[in-house]
């Protein structure tokens, strides 16, 4: 069967200790028990966590949603963007099916980035091999003021920005990601093509506001 | 405790020591005393703590209905006794691990305290709970009867451990997972909408034996996918059945209306039933053809007829065509968008003769249309279907450039056999799950396990009428991801 696949990137560093990274680990939490009772994203989507802090690391493969075990996630070092980036696209080399004659691949991958600051590595050598890579849609989200929307906007057009990183708001965040991973399971299966823009995702809470 | 305390005294203090001076040390090294052993119990309870919260305990997902069954063990001497709060509402319980080893079992322990008596919060009743040791873990199992996150308490005691301590405990975080299939709903179609299309339907065609013996049947289904049922919407697939018992050919056309097109169903509804009556009309007094279907049947393989084509193009050809013009006068009178009813067509007409059969076609779309034959191991596809690299660019009958001539030609078939198990025609709905591409079709293997399964549940005997509502069952069987309309017909 066709897997939806989807990457969350989501920025641990220094920075988010304290209220925001245990919202982002509340926020996984309910992403994932949210989609469990969704039969659309229960049967088709596919989550991996990638968190980058001074390193990056996938601290969760791409794992089937009824199988998804809560990773621990602490907040420390630098942000290294770049590198959670090259990543991604190494590890949808390896764990993306692509159609052959036999076999029919997965949907493009949908890809959510959460991030509160600059990055501090060399952020273009992983945005060369990132934009290698084909997507379905990739969502880039600055978490309060301290992220540069015009950095985001390098890796993807589509941006959304957070006035504050509080939980309130970082919770919501996740509802809409939640929301869209249902949606794009849905429109996968009942279109038979993949997730192109930000048009076909519902619409964002007031919270999250689109950067244009 | 009291002497060790004058003989100090008497050391410290060799003048003697007043009544309130000797009161007052007493009272600061009680509190000095009792403080540090405070400290020290905290201490003890914090190791353990760091000990159990640093331990790798991860339970599985459990899913509802399947059966579950999980070792829980800590294995560390500082832990002593353990056990597991919060299940009660899954249908899971607690037992446990059955060490096969006796000489390793911790038999002090275990006969002890096996069944203790705690206080369960999901429960306002004492009950038992299985006690976990080093050597003796405990078993979560049983069938999930409820989905949703759990918060479970692993509780425990420690090395040292004795009643009045505090019993110390550990979140789990449990998750049961919804079997997929209580998740779908089956909303029924709202009769009242434009173009309303039954949810399900089937259609058995006997033809009796005659005296050149038993003669095939077509049995056929067609259902609403998972993902119309759940939202309520109709079926956008539709098929049509006609045998003419004067002279023996079968006509079959199987239609998928595109799910992105609003009136899809009336489009797939047109295309058959026009395709079907056209042929019909068609093969009334079908002198010309069969009459060069037996020159046909006499010359040389690889012997191409041209009046065969072009007999064939006139009548499959144009019963494609005159369901394609059928559903753009549908469109102008309701003032609709052609590409709202976007329909995929497979039609194929068929005759037993005395020197066997012979079968022509026509395919536009997806799907898949084969003969098959289980003795021989032999298949057949009838055209390729239109899937391209990626899915869902699919052609429709209501695209004009369908009706090049060149276009026409290259989607006819037309075929003599000896004879076959079946002829088999089917939308995505049915082949995407057996098939997955269209490579795949070209394997005989798949068909053969989509034989075999059909054939598990529908009982393919001539004249046995029964085994429509058998292959109606049979098009719900499970296949995670695919959740189309589903439509079969087969000739056998």
């Not at chain 2, 040390?25 to 353990?48: G, H, P, Q, T, W």
């Not at chain 2, 005997?461 to 296949?479: A, G, P, R």
Request: charged fraction near 25%.
């Amino acid at each position: 069967m066709r897997r939806l696949p989807v990457y969350l990137l989501l920025d641990t560093s220094g920075s988010m200790y304290g209220e925001p990274i245990e919202a982002v680990k509340n926020g996984v939490q309910v992403l994932v028990s949210t989609l469990r009772q969704d039969p659309y994203a229960l049967e088709t989507a596919y989550l991996s966590i990638i968190t980058f802090d001074s390193s990056a690391q996938q601290i969760v493969p791409l794992t089937e949603l009824s199988t998804f075990q809560q990773p621990n996630i602490e907040a420390n070092g630098c942000t290294a963007l770049g590198e959670a980036l090259a990543l991604l696209a190494a590890k949808v080399d390896m764990e993306v099916t692509k159609t052959t004659a036999e076999v029919k691949g997965d949907w493009k991958p949908l890809v959510f980035i959460m991030t509160d600051g600059e990055p501090t590595d060399d952020l273009n050598k992983g945005l060369a091999e990132f934009k290698k890579r084909k997507f379905g849609m990739v969502v880039a989200c600055a978490a309060g003021q301290g992220a540069n929307t015009d950095t985001l906007k390098k890796i993807t057009e589509c941006v959304v920005q957070l006035d504050t990183a509080d939980s309130a708001t970082i919770k919501s965040f996740f509802k809409w990601v939640s929301a869209s991973v249902s949606a794009g399971s849905m429109k996968v299966e009942e279109t038979c093509k993949d997730v192109g823009g930000l048009s076909e995702l519902p619409p964002p809470p007031p919270e999250v506001n689109i950067v244009v | 405790m009291k002497e060790l305390l004058e003989k100090i005294f008497e050391n410290i203090y060799s003048n003697g020591l007043s009544e309130e001076r000797y009161c007052d040390i007493k009272e600061f090294i009680s509190e000095k005393l009792i403080s540090e052993y405070n400290d020290y119990v905290m201490n003890r309870e914090i190791v353990a703590k760091n000990k159990v919260n640093t331990l790798d305990i991860v339970l599985p997902n459990a899913k509802v209905g399947d059966y579950y069954s999980q070792l829980l063990k800590i294995e560390d001497e500082e832990i002593i006794e353990y056990w597991i709060e919060g299940l009660k509402k899954t249908g899971l319980e607690v037992v446990s691990e059955i060490v096969l080893d006796f000489q390793k079992e911790d038999n002090t322990m275990v006969q002890g305290s096996a069944n203790l008596e705690v206080f369960d919060n999901d429960n306002i009743e004492c009950q038992k709970q299985v006690i976990g040791t080093k050597n003796k873990g405990l078993v979560i199992k049983g069938n999930p009867i409820m989905s949703g996150d759990f918060d479970l308490t692993l509780k425990y005691k420690y090395k040292g451990w004795f009643d009045g301590c505090n019993i110390l405990e550990r979140k789990l975080r449990f998750a049961i997972n919804p079997d997929p299939r209580s998740l779908w709903k089956d909303i029924p179609t709202d009769k009242n909408i434009k173009f309303y299309k039954d949810d399900f339907v089937s259609e058995y065609v006997t033809v009796l034996a005659n005296d050149k013996g038993l003669q095939k049947d077509i049995v056929a289904a067609s259902k609403r996918g998972r993902s119309h049922a759940h939202e309520g919407k109709a079926r956008d697939d539709d098929f049509k059945l006609y045998h003419n018992d004067e002279n023996g050919w079968y006509i079959i056309a199987v239609a998928d209306g595109a799910g992105s097109a609003k009136y899809s169903r009336k489009g797939s509804e047109i295309a058959c039933e026009t395709s079907v009556e056209y042929c019909k009309q068609a093969l009334q007094m079908p002198t010309e053809l069969e009459e060069t279907i037996l020159e046909l049947s006499k010359a040389e393989e690889g012997y191409s007829n041209r009046s065969i084509s072009t007999l064939i193009y006139n009548i499959i050809g144009g019963a494609a065509h005159k369901a394609h013009r059928a559903i753009l006068d549908v469109v102008k009178a309701n003032e609709d968008q052609v590409r709202d009813y976007a329909t995929t067509l497979l039609l194929a007409i068929c005759k037993k003769f005395d020197f066997g059969w012979f079968v022509a076609s026509f395919w536009v779309g997806d799907g898949a249309m084969c003969i098959y034959d289980k003795e021989r191991q032999y298949i057949k596809l009838l055209g390729t279907p239109d899937g391209g690299e990626y899915a869902g660019q699919t052609r429709f009958l209501t695209m004009p450039e369908i009706f090049t001539p060149e276009s026409i030609m290259s989607r006819l078939k037309y075929s003599i056999e000896e004879d076959f198990s079946a002829l088999i025609l089917m939308t995505d709905g049915v082949s995407d799950p057996f098939f997955e591409t269209d490579a795949n079709l070209n394997k005989v293997e798949k068909w053969n396990e989509l034989w075999e399964n059909i054939n598990k549940e529908v009982d393919l005997t001539d004249d046995n009428s029964e085994s429509k509502n058998q292959l109606l069952n049979w098009l719900d069987f499970w296949s995670a991801g695919n959740h189309d309309d589903r439509t079969i017909a087969i000739l056998y």
